[in-house]
C-alpha cells in the first residue's frame, strides 16, 4: 500500500549545528507535502510546506527541499536549538480526500 | 488566526463508560474535520473524516458503532468513544481544514480508561 516514511528514528545533534531531518514517501500521486513538529503532550504544529509544483522552500530556520524524482522530502533547520527538540513528521495529500498521512517521525534531540 | 480548540485536554474515564471529546475552530469554519489516534511513540493514524451535515467517514478497521462523530455545525465536531475500554487509552487529535491547503491541528486529549 501507500506509505509515507522515515529513514532515521532518532537523530541526536550538537547545539547550532544544522539538522536535515529526512522523509521517503511512496504515493506518486501526492501533490502537497506539510513538515510537523511534535512537543511531548500536544497536537501537531505546522512548521513548513510544499506543494509538487516547487523543489524547495524557505522559512525562518527552516527549510523543505522535495525531489519528486525519488519521491523524497526533507527539513533542513539551521542553527539548531534546544527548543527544536521534538519528534518531527513528514505529511502527505494525495488531493482528492484531503486525508494527510503521516509518515513515523523522528525524534530529534538537540544537545547544549 | 486559525485556531483549533480541543477539549477535555485530559479525561480519565471507567470501563464501560462513554467519553465525548470536541473540536472546535474558533476564528474560522471548517466543512472538514479529521479525527486521529496517537499511541506512545507512535505516528498520527487518521481514524476518521468529520464533514459537516453528513455522515463520517471511517477508515479501515475502525469501528464506527464505538467512535461515533457528529459535525452538527461549521465549527464543531465530537468524537464520542463509547463503552470504552483500557485498550482505547490514547491521544486523540483532531484538525479542521481550514482551506485547499491549510490543516489547523488541536492539541489533543489523553484518554485514559481504567
Known amino acids: 500500500g501507500e506509505s509515507v516514511g522515515l529513514h532515521l528514528p532518532t537523530l541526536s545533534v550538537q547545539e547550532g549545528d544544522n539538522s536535515i531531518i529526512n522523509c521517503a514517501y511512496s504515493?506518486?500521486?501526492?501533490?502537497?507535502f506539510i513538515w510537523y513538529k511534535q512537543e511531548s503532550g500536544k497536537g501537531p504544529q505546522f512548521i513548513i510546506d510544499i506543494r509538487s509544483n516547487m523543489d524547495k522552500r524557505q522559512g525562518q530556520r527552516v527549510t523543505v527541499l522535495l525531489n519528486k524524482t525519488v519521491k523524497h522530502l526533507s527539513l533542513q533547520i539551521a542553527a539548531t536549538q534546544p527548543g527544536d527538540s521534538a519528534v518531527y513528521f513528514c505529511a502527505e495529500n494525495s488531493g482528492a480526500n484531503s486525508k494527510l498521512t503521516f509518515g513515523k517521525g523522528i525524534t530529534l534531540s538537540v544537545r547544549p | 488566526g486559525a485556531v483549533v480548540s480541543q477539549h477535555p485536554s485530559r479525561v480519565i474515564c471507567k470501563s464501560g463508560t462513554s467519553v465525548k471529546i470536541e473540536c472546535r475552530s474558533l476564528d474560522f469554519q471548517a466543512t472538514t474535520m479529521f479525527w486521529y489516534r496517537q499511541f506512545p511513540k507512535q505516528s498520527l493514524m487518521l481514524m476518521a473524516t468529520?464533514?459537516?451535515?453528513?455522515?463520517?467517514?471511517?477508515e479501515q478497521g475502525v469501528e464506527k458503532d464505538k467512535f461515533l462523530i457528529n459535525h452538527a455545525s461549521l465549527t464543531l465536531s465530537t468524537l464520542t468513544v463509547t463503552s470504552a475500554h483500557p485498550e482505547d487509552s490514547s491521544f486523540y487529535i483532531c484538525s479542521a481544514k481550514r482551506d485547499v491547503w491549510g490543516y489547523t491541528f488541536g492539541s489533543g486529549t489523553r484518554l485514559t480508561v481504567v
Open positions: 504515493n506518486s500521486a501526492s501533490d502537497y
Open positions: 468529520s464533514n459537516e451535515g453528513s455522515k463520517a467517514t471511517y
